[in-house]
């Protein structure tokens, strides 16, 4: 199989050529030759002329002394809209069309399947709720302060440096803080008032978290002075604007003042002995 | 009664249970995955944050007073 080179001895003429008149020449065509007798034999027979091929009186090509002629003898009229179409391309219609066998992709168990679209339906809505829930929840906190603000917003006061009895004013958010440590006799008076009857019904359970320690907001609630300590006809603190007493759970008891000192939210920790103040 | 029908006759038939399940999951879930990712973060993040180290030097500041 080893061609090293490709000569041509003999140049042959080519063997149809074109007549003046148009017509193709072929002088040695054999027309009438017939395709080998089957040399791959797929069930057909002998290859003979096609069974469709048009009869002699209505035309074909032919050998003429002058070369090849191809004639027709016949004209077919064209079809019109009125004539039947007697070749069409379309799909044959069966009587009982088949319909495919889908029992390979039915589900085995009616049951469970339900089951399971229920149970994935319903594991999808806890997720969307969850991240419904956490989307809200983290926009919102992008409102509040910050924990450097909050931070910052927070007195803290060593308890251990208040000896008994003593008042400690702490600024606080631009406000003054009473620290009073009472002594227990002040804490028995406390609360043995009568608070049911006082202008701003409070008792000291409620006003302290501690007992021996009284956390307030140093502001007169009349018209925001700062009150005095140690001082008032009830042992408490007083106003000198225009004379309101406050006894010593804080609570107005005398004068313009219409409500009692403010507890602002505190709480203590009690680790480090610190009162937390925020 | 095959598992399935009975989860299905528990949770599935009514609506109001359903979605009254999704809503406690959704819940519960929350919860557990902030405690789960709590505990991945604290875990991986071993010995480095002020909770793990906070004994060093706050007792350190307790001896130099």
């Known amino acids: ?278 | 009664m095959s598992f399935s029908t009975t989860l299905y006759n528990t949770f599935f038939r009514r609506n109001s249970i359903f979605v009254g399940t999704v809503f406690a999951g959704a819940f519960a879930f929350g919860i557990g995955f902030d405690t789960g990712a709590t505990a991945f973060f604290d875990r991986w993040n071993r010995g480095k944050q002020w909770k793990d180290i906070r004994h060093k030097y706050v007792e350190a500041a307790e001896e130099e007073e």
């Open chain 1, 1 to 278: 199989m080893a061609f090293n080179g490709l000569k041509k001895a003999v140049t042959l003429s080519p063997c149809v050529r074109t007549l003046p008149s148009g017509v193709p020449a072929a002088p040695l065509l054999n027309l009438a030759a017939r395709a080998p007798a089957d040399p791959h034999d797929h069930g057909h027979g002998v290859a003979g002329p096609r069974s469709d091929s048009t009869p002699r009186w209505v035309g074909g090509v032919s050998r003429t002394a002058s070369g090849l002629a191809s004639k027709s003898y016949v004209t077919l009229s064209p079809t019109t809209p009125l004539s039947a179409r007697f070749l069409h391309t379309s799909v044959a219609v069966k009587d009982a069309p088949q319909v495919p066998d889908f029992s390979h992709y039915r589900a085995n168990d009616n049951d469970s399947n339900r089951a399971f679209s229920y149970f994935m339906v319903g594991t999808f809505g806890l997720v969307s709720a969850s991240v419904a829930k956490s989307t809200v929840t983290e926009f919102l906190k992008t409102m509040s302060a910050s924990a450097d603000v909050l931070a910052l917003a927070k007195v803290e006061i060593e308890l251990a440096s208040i000896p008994e009895g003593k008042n400690v004013i702490v600024k606080w958010r631009g406000k003054p803080v009473f620290v009073r440590h009472r002594t227990q006799s002040e804490v028995d008076e406390a609360r043995e008032t009568k608070w049911e009857s006082l202008r701003d019904p409070e008792s000291d359970e409620q006003r302290v978290k501690k007992p021996e320690w009284l956390v307030m907001l140093g502001i007169c609630t009349h018209l925001g002075c700062v009150p005095i300590g140690e001082s008032g006809d009830f042992g408490g603190w007083f106003c000198p604007c225009h004379g309101s007493h406050y006894d010593i759970s804080g609570r107005v008891r005398k004068g313009p003042a219409p409500l009692n000192l403010e507890i602002p939210a505190y709480e203590f920790n009690d680790a480090e002995g610190k009162l937390v103040i925020g």
